[in-house]
């Protein structure tokens, strides 16, 4: 599983960061620096869960 984040639409929610802090980092001003990772297994619900939680639906899962 990849988690990608469309970060140039990003407006700063940090809800993501909230939730998958390990996965879904945030740059200085607060704004997502993810563009597309690997999602660990151990993470994988989490990855699901923010996915959900961006309220600008720009987190998208890509499964294996
Ligand atoms: Fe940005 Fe959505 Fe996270 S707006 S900071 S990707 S919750």
Do not use: F, W
Not at 7 to 14: E, T, W
Not at 36 to 47: F, G, R, T
Not at 57 to 64: A, H
């Amino acid at each position: 599983m990849k988690i990608k984040v469309a970060k140039d639409r990003c407006v700063g929610h940090a809800r993501c960061n909230a939730i998958a802090p390990e996965l879904l980092t945030l740059d200085d001003q607060g704004y997502s620096n993810v563009d597309c990772k690997e999602v660990p297994d151990e993470l994988q619900e989490l990855a699901r869960r923010a996915e959900k939680a961006c309220p600008e639906r720009i987190i998208s899962i890509i499964e294996d």
